[in-house]
């Protein structure tokens, strides 16, 4: 346990505090506090973050904030691992090409921890979590038990999760399950992936033996090294809002205007890219206050140093404003305003 008025870990870089932070390395120490969490669940004064990768906090939170830190892989089968829910996904992404274990290499250094990514459903260029999570072990606040929750039972969507719903603040993840591949199957049509690779005079003909899961981990890192800011330098929780979904009828109905839009259909609508729409608003570059959006990819607002999370979000609503205006689309954050 760590004293009053912890800092609040964010990778937004604002200067926030919480009441209490709360980080436990095993389950039995997370059960120890059992009663102080769910007193605070109670009191509606609980947050449970990961690296605080996907975190905008607007102030201080006044309130407990719990964090896991349980570390740890173990295979349960020859392709499955269980995972501790505070081991950081680039770090199991690499360990795991290193037991010879495939699919999760378009995921690569998205920031954030395993636990978190399981709520958020991550994902990029056309692969997200669930597409490998089996189950995972939480502790249910409303009963004190650890249970195991399926994959089918979490309900998964674009960004979504019933943990993001009606079990939000219900259950601590302690540990997920990855179901992976001894065979090297990439995922290559999903953006510009083939023309990075391409460009680096390799074949994307997995029977011509040159494309390799290492070689393809280390494309999507330059890929996303290129147009996405170190949080480190300038603040940022990487894409900031989600890509909206839309019927068909409303594609066609942009397409008439803007026949050069990029989308991509889903099963039963269309996504867009939100950034598209986002620079096409003249957002990219800009700045309000000290708040800004990244010159390199607009999906991403940044902390140009000092920024308030209320300037952050001024930012936000200025730019959903702009989209609906010109578009007639709804985008929303994928971050976790608190």
């Not at 932070?21 to 605070?40: D, G, P, R």
């Not at 597409?131 to 929750?149: M, Q």
């Amino acid at each position: 346990m760590v004293g009053l008025m912890d800092i609040l870990i964010n990778t937004f870089g604002i200067n926030a505090r919480c009441t209490t932070l709360l980080e436990f390395s095993t389950v039995e120490e997370l059960k120890e506090h059992y009663c102080e969490i769910a007193e605070a669940r109670k009191q509606c004064k609980l947050l449970i973050i990961g690296r605080g990768s996907n975190l905008l906090p607007t102030g201080d939170y006044d309130g407990l904030v719990v964090r896991s830190r349980i570390m740890g892989r173990e295979f349960i089968s020859s392709d499955r691992v269980e995972v501790g829910s505070g081991e950081t996904v680039d770090d199991v992404i690499a360990w795991c090409l290193s037991q010879g274990l495939y699919g999760m290499e378009n995921l690569s250094i998205i920031p954030g921890e395993v636990g978190a990514s399981a709520v958020q459903n991550i994902g990029a260029y056309g692969v997200e979590a669930k597409d490998f999570i089996v189950s995972l072990h939480a502790l249910d606040l409303e009963t004190g038990e650890i249970v195991e929750i399926t994959n089918e039972q979490c309900e998964y969507g674009y960004r979504q999760s019933r943990f993001k719903k009606d079990w939000k603040n219900r259950f601590i993840i302690t540990d997920v399950t990855y179901q992976l591949s001894t065979t090297f199957t990439p995922h290559l049509d999903y953006g510009n992936i083939r023309k990075v690779l391409e460009e680096k005079g390799i074949s994307c003909n997995i029977e011509d033996g040159q494309l390799t899961a290492q070689l393809l981990r280390d494309t999507i890192i330059d890929i996303r090294n290129a147009k996405l800011p170190d949080y480190e330098v300038e603040g940022n929780a990487g894409s900031f809002f989600m890509n909206p979904i839309v019927s068909k009828e409303k594609l066609d109905e942009l397409l008439a205007k803007y026949p050069n839009m990029p989308y991509y259909p889903t099963e039963n609508a269309v996504k867009l890219p939100a950034g598209w729409l986002i620079d096409q608003c003249g957002w990219k570059g800009k700045t309000l206050g000290r708040a800004g959006v990244h010159d390199k990819q607009a999906l991403v607002l940044v902390n140009k140093g000092g920024a308030t999370g209320e300037e952050v979000v001024a930012l936000c609503h200025q730019v959903q404003k702009d989209v609906l205006d010109r578009f007639g689309v709804e985008i929303h954050p994928e971050v976790n305003i608190v």
